[in-house]
């Protein structure tokens, strides 16, 4: 049976200022406020952004393919982020400062909303009507192995040069086995 999700039990701003904590507040009256990983203003940032995640498995993993899911939000109909997970699983005896980190992006092997394409190394794209909706991008998390047990260490990599957007964007991120 698919299983998840597994939101990250650490989240740490590396470039702090440029990657923080975050509440999206988005248009309507209802249910429209939502809790994240916040991300300035591509105007703002002076160089590629990293939140350091942590990811605790199970002692049994769930059926399915491990899959690195991105939802992203933001007050925007004109831009573009672009995001590059790169990441390892480490077991109980190991150093997480030593493993080598391995990327699967940038390009997402799906999308779901928003105008992002891997012609322009976008993982998220907004155009008009995308402004307080949620944008989607999965990746199968196959550059290295997801172990029973292990903590999957992750850099959640913000590309500054593949970047263009004009607002703070919210992302959540969860790992799901589907």
């Known amino acids: 049976m698919a299983g998840g999700p597994f ?16 509440f999206h507040v988005g248009a309507g009256a209802t249910s429209k406020e939502d809790e994240g990983l916040g991300v300035a203003n591509a105007t703002d940032l002076t160089g590629d952004a990293i939140w350091r995640l942590r990811f605790q498995m199970p002692t049994t993993l769930p059926t399915g393919t491990a899959t690195l ?3 992203a939000i933001a007050a925007l109909e004109a831009g573009d982020l672009s995001v590059e997970p790169k990441w390892a699983s480490v077991a109980s005896d190991e150093e997480p400062g030593a ?14 909303g ?7 190394n976008s993982t998220f794209g ?12 999965r990746w199968t998390l196959n550059a290295d192995t997801v172990v029973a ?13 593949d970047s263009d957007h ?8 969860s790992i799901i086995f589907v």
């Open 114 to 120: 928003g105008d992002g394409s891997n012609a322009d």
């Open 99 to 112: 493993a080598t980190m391995n990327t699967e992006g940038p390009d997402p092997d799906s999308r779901v």
């Open 166 to 173: 004009a607002a703070v964007v919210t992302l959540i991120v």
């Open 7 to 22: 939101f990250p039990h650490s989240a740490f701003p590396v470039n702090a200022g440029l990657v923080f904590p975050n």
């Open 149 to 161: 047990a292990e903590e999957i260490v992750m850099d959640l990599t913000i590309d500054d040069g």
């Open 126 to 137: 907004w155009a008009t009507g995308d402004d307080d909706k949620y944008i989607e991008a």
């Open 69 to 71: 899911l991105v939802r």
